[in-house]
Nanobody, 119 residues
Framework: VQLQASGGGLVQAGGSLRLSCTAS????????MFWYRQAPGKQRELAAAITSGGSTNYLDSVKGRFTISRDNAKNTVFLQMNSLKPEDTALYFC??????????????WGQGTLVTVSS
């Protein structure tokens, strides 16, 4: 199973970006999907999460600005980021809890996509 993330870039403060992450491979189903972020010199933190049923959870500092969603048919999770702030600058990673075709439950990670917000 592989997760491929895209959509990062350089944006001015107040701007928007949309991240995407698609899972592929030996997938039976996907449970929760996540977006984590890691700023320079800081620990990785969970920015947003979404269950298979669509329930969501957000880091307090992104509530009201970020929206996580998913397309189950395409095994894809999105992160719409609005009103971006310089402190949102980080490497963003997607993750998913996957039930494989062998019926194992495994947590997979994608490569990071860099988001840089200039002031």
């Amino acid at each position: 199973v592989q997760l491929q993330a895209s959509g990062g870039g350089l944006v001015q403060a107040g701007g928007s970006l949309r991240l995407s992450c698609t899972a592929s491979g030996s997938i039976f189903s996907i449970n929760a999907m996540f977006w984590y972020r890691q700023a320079p010199g800081k620990q990785r933190e969970l920015a947003a999460a979404i269950t298979s049923g669509g329930s969501t959870n957000y880091l307090d500092s992104v509530k009201g600005r970020f929206t996580i969603s998913r397309d189950n048919a395409k095994n894809t999770v999105f992160l719409q980021m609005n009103s971006l702030k310089p402190e949102d600058t980080a490497l963003y990673f997607c993750s998913a809890t996957v039930v494989t075709t062998a019926r194992s439950i495994v947590n997979y990670w994608g490569q990071g996509t860099l988001v840089t917000v200039s002031s």
